[in-house]
């Protein structure tokens, strides 16, 4: 018995460094998955802010092709809420397809956003940009007529396409990037 009584102080003291270093292990494991979380969560609220941003792109584009405004007094003439989200002053030129001040294959949402809103206190910058504009088949009789791509009047209306680019913001500079492409008839 005599020569056994450090044994056990040893023998506690590798326990207490095992569980030592499986505490440490669990508390590094935690804190990664933490860190992990946190940039997810600030993934997706980028990603939603930029969602939102080319879901009013839609209705922007009807009101300017509707209202056809005057591109001398544009800015003049905007509507209250529109007045604080447009941001270029050529906005107007790009929407309609003016070759005169026409930026669109300049601007970016980092280089002059045509647009900019605010979502939940983060910051969206959105660029839209004419992309082509096309004849669009068929009419309101296309099916009275029998067969794809004429109708009775034998014109279906004009097709614009848009490409719309929405870049959102949140905390620690996490930014997601959303593009639409939107097909315009009238």
């Known amino acids: 018995m005599k ?3 450090g044994a056990v102080l040893i023998t506690t003291l590798l326990i207490m460094i095992i569980m030592s270093l499986l505490g440490a292990a669990a508390i590094m494991t935690s804190s990664v998955d933490i860190k992990s979380s946190r940039q997810d969560r600030l993934k997706k609220s980028a990603f939603y802010a930029a969602d939102a941003g080319v879901e009013i792109v839609p209705s922007i584009i009807d009101y300017y092709i509707k ?6 007094g544009f800015s003049d003439n905007l509507r ?3 007045q604080e989200i ?3 002053q ?3 030129n790009e929407i309609m397809g003016y070759e005169e001040n026409n930026d669109g294959s300049t601007d970016n949402p980092d280089n002059n956003p045509d647009l900019q809103i605010t979502v939940d206190e983060r910051q969206v910058k959105i660029d839209v940009d004419r992309i082509y504009t096309e004849h669009a088949g068929g009419g309101s009789a296309e099916a009275l007529a029998g067969y794809e791509g004429t109708g009775t009047s034998g014109f279906g209306g004009i097709a614009i396409y848009y490409r719309a ?3 959102g913001k949140a905390a ?3 930014t997601s990037n959303v593009e639409i492409v939107y097909r315009y008839i009238y």
């Open 165 to 167: 680019t929405s870049k």
């Open 80 to 82: 209250s809420d529109l």
């Open 67 to 72: 209202t056809l405004p005057d591109p001398a």
């Open 86 to 88: 447009v941001q270029d």
């Open 90 to 92: 050529y906005f107007l």
């Open 172 to 174: 620690s500079n996490t």
């Open 3 to 5: 020569q056994e009584k």
